[in-house]
């Protein structure tokens, strides 16, 4: 019956999308196997301004309405749930991720789309959100499936700047959760600040999130070294920016996996993949990053991450070319103030928690 279910779901809800992964060059080390009893697949996805279609007073939402800029009516956002569930679907592979977390998204009316006005509803994801004081309104959330994760605490971790009090960022999202092997994951979900107004001038913002960041994740590590950690997020750094490699102390070498380390599951891709998951002009980044704790960076205990790498999903459909800049470039829902129906302006990225008996 288990693997009749999982049948239905390829040939109901994957098989369109499954063509899509056959055709792409960038998807040859692609897993698309079922993850079995314990596997975790664990995505995370910058969905670009995913609004709804309603004006917000307190926020800066006014461009996704249907009287704004955007003209962001009701067509427009089902086009763009419908991608999103396509993504989600497409990265899962033979059966949907267990734990997703995001960033964009306006508020908990448009996680619950994600959620339960999909397709995705057949595998009855939960969501967790709370509302952030950015000004544009965009938040961080997590989904997942009950079936294989149970969080027990979850809470916002708010960001206040002491240099500059009036400002308002993205809250990060703090979840702790059991496996089905009952062990314990910590899992913090990120929107780092962005480089509006000019890299240099925006770094102390990052630095400090990623102060505080590691601050709580020093905290579960004094009364467990051995704690499960994943980090995942959009840090708008690369993994050797000082908010990453310095302040969050993420490291890149694995060889010499110690006790209280984290570690950037993503610094083997800088030197290896063609492209990153965020392009600017003509510079890709690697602004989007899965980084984990020492205990799951190498197989100390029966819970690692699979291959000791994460990826990014970058099938051609989230592509198109870069008459501009040359190559390609993420095929987003606007390019500019134009309409073109696309994905998001970042792609997604992926990792494997496997779990050795």
Request: with cysteine; aromatic share 14%; net charge positive.
């Amino acid at each position: 019956m288990r693997y009749l279910k999982y049948l239905c779901f390829v040939f109901i809800l994957i098989f369109p999308v499954k063509a899509y992964l056959q055709q792409s060059d960038y998807l040859k080390d692609f897993d698309d196997d079922i993850r079995g009893k314990y596997g975790l697949r664990i995505m995370f996805y910058n969905l670009e301004n995913f609004f709804d279609t309603r004006n917000d007073s307190i926020s800066l939402d006014d461009d996704y309405t249907s009287f704004g800029l955007k003209h962001w009516g009701r067509e427009k956002y089902n086009a763009k749930l419908n991608n999103t569930y396509k993504v989600i679907a497409s990265v899962g592979g033979w059966e949907p991720p267990e734990i997703i977390g995001v960033c964009e998204v306006e508020n908990k009316w448009v996680v619950s789309e994600i959620a339960s006005g999909t397709p995705l509803r057949k595998f009855n994801y939960r969501y967790i959100h709370y509302d952030s004081p950015d000004p544009r309104g965009i938040d961080v959330a997590m989904l997942y499936r009950p079936d294989k994760f149970t969080p027990v605490f979850h809470q916002p971790v708010r960001i206040v700047f002491p240099f500059d009090t009036a400002s308002r960022t993205r809250d990060i999202l703090y979840v702790k959760g059991l496996t089905t092997t009952k062990d314990t994951l910590h899992i913090f979900v990120n929107h780092f600040p962005s480089k509006f107004g000019g890299a240099m001038i925006s770094i102390p913002k990052r630095n400090f999130v990623a102060g505080l960041l590691r601050s709580k994740v020093d905290s579960i590590l004094t009364a467990i070294p051995e704690a499960n950690i994943i980090i995942m997020g959009d840090f708008n750094d690369e993994p050797m920016d000082e908010s990453i490699h310095i302040k969050l102390n993420a490291k890149c070498d694995t060889a010499d996996v110690k006790e209280r380390n984290l570690y950037n599951l993503m610094c083997k891709l800088k030197n290896t993949e063609k492209i990153g998951s965020n392009k600017f002009r003509e510079q890709w980044s690697l602004i989007d990053q899965m980084i984990v704790s020492a205990s799951l960076a190498k197989n100390k205990q029966k819970w690692h991450v699979n291959n000791y790498r994460a990826y990014i999903f970058k099938a051609d459909y989230l592509l198109q070319a870069d008459e501009t800049y040359m190559g390609v470039r993420t095929f987003r829902t606007y390019t500019g103030p134009r309409y073109t129906g696309g994905y998001s302006d970042h792609l997604p990225v992926y990792m494997d928690l496997v779990y050795e008996q």
